[in-house]
Each structure stands twice: as structure tokens, then as C-alpha cells.
């Protein structure tokens, strides 16, 4: 079946660097890519959508200078939190949809853990 | 935009009693709706979606789930719960023909005691 796969799925880091995490659909196309965040005990929040060749859509209240995406091809989009704090620690988790299938249901990626100290 | 509510916080059950999760939508178009399940330290997984026909959808581990378009529900049920249903189910929402993404309710915590 579909496989996303997201990596690392944990990192620590230290304050005020940079943090990058890819999200791989490893055997389809996907031409749309979402990256949500999780904060404990809460739901998925939709951070932005990601497409194939152009420019992210950010949902209101994401800085698009502190969350880095880029899609450069049909199998990688890239989430890279730059100048990490402390707030930014999360469950950041991607999601990919199959190319040409608006029917077919998300594919999620294990997810990527991020703690910064 | 569309947007999900789901009613139940936390729902605490002992072992063989029969479940079931509210989940309301609001958008006015043709939508595909999911039930997600996210066991203690795992990723979410997939128990069940609707995107048309029959009304009545079956997923997984004996969930199922139906969808009522007048009243904009597709509310999670099964008739006896395992210990091991323990965990946080999400449902959640997308339009497909907008090209949206899913939209998550914030999630129902399940406990259920053996």
C-alpha cells in the first residue's frame, strides 16, 4: 500500500537553529502535500499545503518565514523550522494524496517530534 | 471552510459496552469524511472514510460509521469495545471538488477498562 515516510522522526535541538524535516511518498505520485502540527493531547492543526513546482499555501497564524516548505519534486516536501524556540516544539506530521485522486484518502507519515531546548 | 465538531471529550467504558462518537461537519458542498484512530505513542491511523453510496460504511476492527446528510453527522459506532480500542479518535472532513485538505474535529478520548 501507500507509504509516506517522514524523517527524522525525532530531533532535540538547540534554540535559535534550524530544524529540517522531509516527508517521502515512497511508491506514488503525490502532487499535493499538508504538514499539520500536534500539540499534546490535542488535534492535528493544519499548518499549510504544499504543491508540486510552487509557492506553499499557509493557513492564518503560520509564519511562512519561520516554516520553511518546499516541494521541489512529486515524491519530497521539506518542512524546515528556522530559528527553533521552545514554543516551536511539537508533533509536526505531513500528509500526501495520491496525484489526480481527489477521492483518495491522506496518507499520513509517522510523524517527527521535535523538542527544542 | 469547512470545520468538524466533535462532541465527546472523553468517553470512559468498561470492557463490552457499545460506543458511539459524535462528529458534525459544516460546509455546504460535497465533502469525504474519515474516522482516524491514534493509539497511545503511534501515528493515526485510517478506520474508516465515506466518500459516497452507502450511507452506512464499515471500517476496521468492527467500527462503523454513518453518515446523515440532513443533520451533517457521520457518528463513530461499535456495538462492543476492547480494552485495546483504548486511544484518541479523530474524525475529520475534506471537499474534495475544492481541493481542500482534511480538517480534524479536536478528537475523542477513549478509555475503557477491562
Known amino acids: 500500500g501507500a507509504v509516506v515516510s517522514q524523517h527524522p522522526s525525532w530531533v532535540i535541538c538547540k534554540s535559535g537553529t534550524s530544524v529540517k524535516i522531509e516527508c517521502r511518498s515512497l511508491?506514488?505520485?503525490?502532487?499535493?502535500m499538508f504538514w499539520y502540527r500536534q500539540f499534546p493531547k490535542q488535534s492535528l492543526m493544519l499548518m499549510a499545503t504544499?504543491?508540486?513546482?510552487?509557492?506553499?499555501?499557509?493557513e492564518q497564524g503560520v509564519e511562512k518565514d519561520k516554516f520553511l516548505i518546499n516541494h521541489a519534486s512529486l515524491t519530497l516536501s521539506t518542512l524546515t523550522v528556522t530559528s527553533a524556540h521552545p514554543e516551536d516544539s511539537s508533533f509536526y506530521i505531513c500528509?500526501?494524496?495520491?496525484?489526480?485522486?481527489?477521492?483518495?484518502?491522506?496518507?499520513f507519515g509517522n510523524g517527527t517530534r521535535l523538542t527544542v531546548t | 471552510a469547512q470545520s468538524v465538531s466533535q462532541h465527546n471529550h472523553h468517553v470512559i467504558l468498561s470492557e463490552a459496552a457499545s460506543l458511539e462518537l459524535g462528529c458534525n461537519y459544516s460546509?455546504?458542498?460535497?465533502?469525504?469524511l474519515f474516522w482516524y484512530v491514534q493509539y497511545p505513542g503511534q501515528h493515526l491511523q485510517l478506520l474508516l472514510k465515506?466518500?459516497?453510496?452507502?450511507?452506512l460504511v464499515k471500517g476496521i476492527k468492527g467500527f462503523e460509521a454513518e453518515f446523515i446528510k440532513s443533520k451533517f453527522s457521520f457518528n463513530l459506532r461499535k456495538p462492543s469495545v476492547q480494552w485495546s480500542d483504548t486511544a484518541e479518535y479523530f474524525c475529520a472532513v475534506n471537499a474534495p471538488q475544492a481541493g481542500t485538505a482534511l480538517i480534524f474535529g479536536k478528537g475523542t478520548t477513549l478509555s475503557v477498562s477491562s
Open positions: 511508491d506514488f505520485q503525490a502532487t499535493t
Open positions: 460546509y455546504g458542498g460535497t465533502v469525504n
Open positions: 504544499s504543491n508540486e513546482g510552487s509557492k506553499a499555501t499557509y
Open positions: 465515506y466518500f459516497s453510496g452507502d450511507p
Open positions: 500528509s500526501a494524496a495520491f496525484r489526480d485522486s481527489v477521492n483518495s484518502p491522506l496518507h
